[in-house]
């Protein structure tokens, strides 16, 4: 293959450092024409001391079992010291064998070697001990393809501590025969688009992580009665059948420039003319391969011992012959390697194709790293591989496979029909479905042990409408009979067991009213799924294979959840009742302590209330409670709750990109000093803007006051003081060219109950942005980057950002109590009033904006100027915590999601647009000390502060009019109410406790 045609294909950087105890690992992005002509000269460098045998033996690679013994390390060192291979690959043994073996490879290497791994499921396919990802099956049911990436980068970055530069995997072959024995749960299903669409996801994955990935097995093994390991398969098709179908998925994995592909053990007869010759020994294959696909990465051959092709003498050199880059584990190693020398020698076409193929092999190597390499400490390194994120991943791809396969008599959601619902298991009872069902649902549980107990409950069980069957195992012919007794419009099973398990039930469950297909018995999956059934988690799994008598495969149905508004005790979602009501006297001292008249508190985890409590009044001494229904200026909690929203949304939709230029998008600030500043930078408070700009100067009337108007001290012009020791004048006026006491067609943007502005103050307001100063790219909160991206929302979409919001969040969501200028919207009674004289505004605010440049701006803004409740507040954060998908629809897509949510600056704790937790660091962090990093959220001015923890599935909510009477003081951060409201919130999940 010309290398030249490559060069633009390969996306695997040079190996760089990261600190996890010492650990190396590579990060990937797109390879420089110079990072490739420094790979190109690496290999040729290395090359001109390599004889011919050195350059064939590059071709080779070898398994070797790990335990460490006399016999395995003399493998390594007769097939890395002696025969100098090009890699060698481990079979099963423990972290410690494995890394002690990669260590003696690196050691014994003159040539750096390639340490490859057979990993369709992670290092748990041959390392003990480790944790399994789900099989390919039960991946192939989620509908989310971004989560196998996810996997797919964890896996490679795993691979890359334990010294590993190539992954077998992933499985590209759609399993079309039920018969197949060798395929089977490793493909990801039967549909060649999902297969397709999965294959790609993990293998990018695993490039991205800086691990070579490796498609398998080409041409298609999915329609096989056979095991290529014991002997050769047979694929009959047509060639039009095999371009539509097997080769579909590796076409697809060649569009999209991945780099790796393995060939399969199979007799083709459509591609192959020879009679019985395996396609890994096929040069009509490869043409296949390379001409008709256009594949241009590396191309290894299925392992050589296997009973499929071990057969044919010289095999090697036959593979080599055929096309292959690589060649896999032949037996016995060394008379293959000396038959291949040996024809090189004989054959100058052979010989020239052999040194093509090592230098591409040794372009690789230097791209990946394998020349940097360096022994590994395994000192550790099972906790840095098995860590939290590793579980959590795991729990949330198991989750995300689980599929509403039917429900045929909508009887699900159960808590929809308000009836009791029992639970019967047969046997063993699913302990924490059964637990979650009676926590969220009016539900009985019921264990049977005979056919007779079963029988003689039959008059109980008939006074249920809904009877739940879980199944966690495969049960005795007894439990069939017994399930078949329950009414077909009430039984609802739920399959905490493989696919190949629910072939028993199949002469049950089609006729059954519904059917949840969850795949493992994991407890935690079991709790996922009576969510699921109690319509507190959304479910979206579609089956990847058919169930024979069951379902097709694409099965499922969509299925909503009701977040939020559900409410659960504390211990259901393990938290400790007794801890988390101490908020109440927390909440309550800063009532007394004036530090706010009344608040609202909420928090909820997995997806439900576990505290929703109100506090207060309205005002001191007023005799109007506080009401979970009641609304309050949210002030800069505006930045993420609404503002930011709209720009994720523009993004999602490809009309707005982070490395955008505002001059390119608004023309006010083009040719100015600010046209060059990023989305990015406004997000992440970076651009050099000022924090806050006086707006409200533009419409004072500077002959109505002694200049300026803000003084530090008191003196006789200056006389009503704000705050922070700065006192304004208590009689100002403001220039009628901008301002009116009164709305018309001309000042109809509302500050307060009497004061209006018109456009040109407006356009005023903009001209002092462009005017003002811009300092150092550095982190400074700006107020003024966020009202910036408000004008760019407005312009992208034509309409007004509290409009563009409404439509496309707000009113969808059903938030009825979220708004912009809320006098627009609701009775002033379910305003909460936030001062009771603000000089600015004339008089009192209630339903009008705190902040001032909000104010200014009609009270729409993109740093203030929202009003909402708690209720609404838990909606969007829940939707943002579940991917952007919450009550059946899909609002942001889950990769944008995850981006803006997890993102964060390299100079300071925010992140894009979220603030963010500063774990390790108390001074710094919004958060109360216990709260652990990947926290996001906001505060308010106004005594606001909502905050989500992905990785406790937590949100809390704090809404105050902390500002009330005046704001001259804040007593709620002197308290500090807020963060000992978190702390009291993490310690009833035992965080700090211990």
Sequence with gaps: MNLSAISQRIALSVFVMFVCTAFVQAQISDVTPVDYQRALHWADSTMRKMDGRQRAAQLFMVNVASQQNAANRKAVHDYIADMGLGGIYFSKGTLEEHVAMNNLVVRLAEVPAMIGFDGEWGLAMRIKSIPSFPHNDILGCISDDSLITEMGRMIGRQCRMIGVDIDFAPVADINTNPDNPVIGWRSFGEDRNNVSRKAIAFATGLEQAGVLSVSKHFPGHGDTSQDSHKLLPTVGHSRARLDSIELYPFEEIARAGLHGMMVGHLYVPAIEPVKGLPSSLSPAVHDVLRDDIGFKGLVFTDALAMKGVAGYENVCLKAIEAGNDVVLSPVPVKPQLDAVVHAARHDRRLAASIDERCRRILAFKYLLGVHEKRAIDADGLYDCIVDDDMHDLI???YCSAVTVVSDCYSRLPVMRHGQRVAVVSFGSPAEGFCSDMKQYAEADCLTFSSLAAFEAASDTLSRYATVLLPVTSATPDWALKAAGMVPRASRVFVFFV???????WSALSPASSAMVMANA?????????ARVICGLRPADGRLSMTIPGVANAGAGITFAADTVTVQASPEAVGMNPDVLSEIDEIALEGIRQKAYPGCQILVIRDGVAVYDKCFGQHEYGDSRLVRNDDVYDVASMTKTSATLLAVMKLYDQHRLRLSDRVGDILPWLKGTDKEDITIADLLYHESGLKPSLPFFAAALDSATFEPPFFKYGKDEHHDRYIG???YVPSDFGYDGAYLGMHYNTDYHWQVSDNMFVNDAYHERALGMIAASPLGKHRYSYSCVGFIILKEIVETLTGEGMDTYLDRLFYHPMGLRHTFFNPLKHCRIEGIVPTVTDDFLHRGRLQGYVHDDSAAFFGGVSGNAGLFSNAHDLGHIY????????????VYISPSTCRLFTTSKSRISRRGLGFDRSYEGDNRR???????????YGHTGFTGTCVWVDPSNDLIYIFLSNRVY???TTNKLAGLGIRSRIQDTIYRSLGVGTR
């Design 925 to 935: 962090s919004p958060c109360s000390p216990l709260t652990p990093g990947g926290v």
């Design 395 to 397: 729990r949330r791809l």
């Design 521 to 529: 018995a994991h407890d935690y999956l079991q709790r996922h799924v």
């Design 965 to 967: 009477p005046d704001g």
């Design 498 to 504: 493989s696919r190949k398990d629910v072939r028993h």
């Design 724 to 726: 922070s020791k700065t």
């Design 878 to 889: 829940q939707m943002l915590l579940s991917d952007g998908f919450i009550d059946g629809h």
